[in-house]
């Protein structure tokens, strides 16, 4: 028992803080290379971070781990950081099949990363293999429902179909949360209930987007009703948010009470 919770905690912390927030910067510099609808960025993301990152170690036996059935391919024997680069791009490619009637081409995901991967030029069949060990490494599990940019986008649209308010509510600020709480490695655990830090990060844009003045609407108990979340739980994700979306002194001596919403 204590060999297998020291070989989670240790897969637990592949890839590190520094490697994992370098690629999720470089899937966010190609998402916007490929100017990507936000559903296809976000759905990559989920895969890439959410998904293969936290799988790969078990997949490879990393720390003496075990579980599932081994992966191999030498895209994975080594596993270079380059490697990591076009798994990410293959993530946009996959999330692109999904959500786009006509999704990237390979030809133009190659091209991309012939400019932004330093170290290898992989060809069009690299691509086509590292998207199958993708899938296996992520054991096909490709679902796109159940990711945050999802749940807010739908909370959003109900929020904006029952008030005015709503419109004052803007989509960029909900999606610079989500983009720095996955820059975050401490912050990474937010993501495991898409639906709650979906209700909490449309209460934080709401604070920080819309004038004080204008705080008519009930936010806070109109999402705790909506998602059935209780109210201290989507409180203690918003100020958890707001420490990492504000700098340490504005939220120096703050706390529940300075954002009543």
Same mark, same amino acid.
């Given at each position: 028992?204590?060999?297998?919770?020291?070989?989670?905690? @240790? @897969?637990?912390?592949?890839?590190?803080?520094?490697?994992?927030?370098?690629?999720?910067?470089?899937?966010?510099?190609?998402?916007?290379?490929?100017?990507?609808?936000?559903?296809?960025?976000?759905?990559?993301?989920?895969?890439?971070?959410?998904?293969?990152?936290?799988?790969?170690?078990?997949? &490879?036996?990393?720390?003496?781990?075990?579980?599932?059935?081994?992966?191999?391919?030498?895209?994975?024997?080594?596993?270079?950081?380059?490697?990591?680069?076009?798994?990410?791009? =293959? @993530?946009?490619?996959?999330?692109?099949?999904?959500?786009?009637?006509?999704?990237?081409? =390979?030809?133009?995901?190659?091209?991309?990363?012939?400019?932004?991967?330093?170290?290898?030029?992989?060809?069009?069949?690299?691509?086509?293999?590292?998207?199958?060990?993708?899938?296996?490494?992520?054991?096909?599990?490709?679902?796109?429902?159940?990711?945050?940019?999802?749940?807010?986008?739908?909370?959003?649209?109900?929020?904006?179909?029952?008030?005015?308010?709503?419109?004052?509510?803007?989509?960029?600020?909900?999606?610079?949360?989500?983009?720095?709480?996955?820059?975050?490695?401490?912050?990474?655990?937010?993501?495991?209930?898409?639906? *709650?830090?979906? @209700?909490?990060?449309?209460?934080?844009?709401?604070?920080?987007? =819309?004038?004080? *003045?204008?705080?008519?609407?009930?936010?806070?108990?109109?999402?705790?009703?909506?998602?059935?979340?209780?109210?201290?739980?989507?409180?203690?994700?918003?100020?958890?948010?707001? &420490?990492?979306?504000?700098?340490?002194?504005? &939220?120096?001596?703050?706390?529940?009470?300075?954002?009543?919403?």
């Amino acid at each position: 028992m204590d060999e297998d919770r020291a070989v989670e905690a @240790a @897969a637990s912390a592949w890839p590190g803080p520094s490697r994992r927030r370098r690629l999720i910067e470089f899937l966010l510099h190609a998402s916007t290379r490929l100017d990507l609808r936000p559903v296809v960025k976000y759905t990559a993301l989920s895969f890439f971070t959410d998904r293969l990152l936290p799988s790969l170690p078990r997949k &490879m036996g990393f720390c003496g781990a075990r579980g599932g059935r081994a992966v191999t391919s030498w895209l994975l024997e080594p596993l270079r950081y380059s490697n990591l680069e076009l798994f990410a791009l =293959v @993530a946009v490619w996959i999330a692109s099949k999904i959500h786009e009637l006509k999704p990237l081409s =390979v030809k133009s995901l190659k091209a991309l990363g012939d400019r932004i991967i330093a170290d290898q030029h992989f060809t069009c069949r690299d691509f086509a293999n590292a998207e199958l060990v993708f899938m296996e490494v992520v054991e096909y599990n490709i679902g796109s429902l159940n990711i945050a940019f999802t749940y807010l986008e739908e909370l959003l649209v109900q929020f904006r179909e029952i008030s005015k308010i709503g419109d004052l509510l803007n989509m960029d600020v909900c999606m610079e949360i989500l983009d720095i709480l996955y820059e975050t490695e401490d912050s990474s655990w937010l993501f495991n209930s898409p639906c *709650q830090l979906a @209700a909490s990060a449309l209460v934080t844009a709401y604070a920080i987007s =819309v004038p004080k *003045q204008r705080w008519e609407f009930p936010i806070l108990p109109w999402v705790t009703f909506t998602t059935s979340y209780d109210e201290e739980e989507i409180m203690k994700v918003v100020l958890t948010i707001l &420490m990492h979306v504000l700098k340490p002194d504005e &939220m120096k001596g703050k706390g529940e009470r300075d954002f009543n919403i």
